[in-house]
């Protein structure tokens, strides 16, 4: 397991392409899935350091993958961060009573997802900042209007 490999498990593959590009910018390797089920495939068989996981996905959902994951002692410590569009009251609650590590609400804020990736995976986080660089002010990419994504 290296340090700097994330798993991203989103079934909108607009959202998966900008963590992904984002994360890859920043020196990560990523893995992705579109499914509960490929998630937990790959955590498996190629545990990462940190999991982004969608918790609406199709066939197995978001939080039976994440209980899979870690209900095995293989992959139980890695952290999982729950993606999810239903930012109602209460809901980081449950999803941390799920068992889920953190939240990001959608539509995702880069700046949001690149402060907890180096929250989680400080000890082996880059000696610059992860919201510094291509990430403006807002946290949408420079160059482009402030990117978020939903779904």
Not at 72 to 101: C, V, Y
Not at 126 to 147: M, N, R, V
């Amino acid at each position: 397991m290296s340090a700097r490999h994330i798993l991203i498990v989103d079934d909108n593959e607009k959202n998966l392409k900008l963590i992904r590009d984002v994360l890859q910018f920043k020196g990560f390797t990523t893995l992705e899935a579109a499914d509960g089920e490929a998630a937990v495939r790959i955590a498996l068989s190629d545990p990462p350091a940190l999991i982004l996981m969608d918790v609406q996905l199709p066939g197995m959902n978001g939080c039976e993958a994440m209980k899979a994951i870690k209900a095995d002692e293989r992959t139980r410590a890695i952290p999982i961060i729950a993606l999810t569009a239903m930012a109602m009251r209460g809901t980081r609650e449950s999803l941390l009573s799920d068992g889920f590590d953190d939240y990001i609400s959608k539509p995702v804020e880069i700046k949001a997802v690149l402060s907890l990736v180096q929250k989680y995976l400080s000890p082996s986080s880059p000696s610059t900042p992860l919201t510094h660089g291509a990430i403006g002010e807002g946290g949408g990419l420079k160059g482009g209007e402030g990117h978020k994504t939903s779904g």
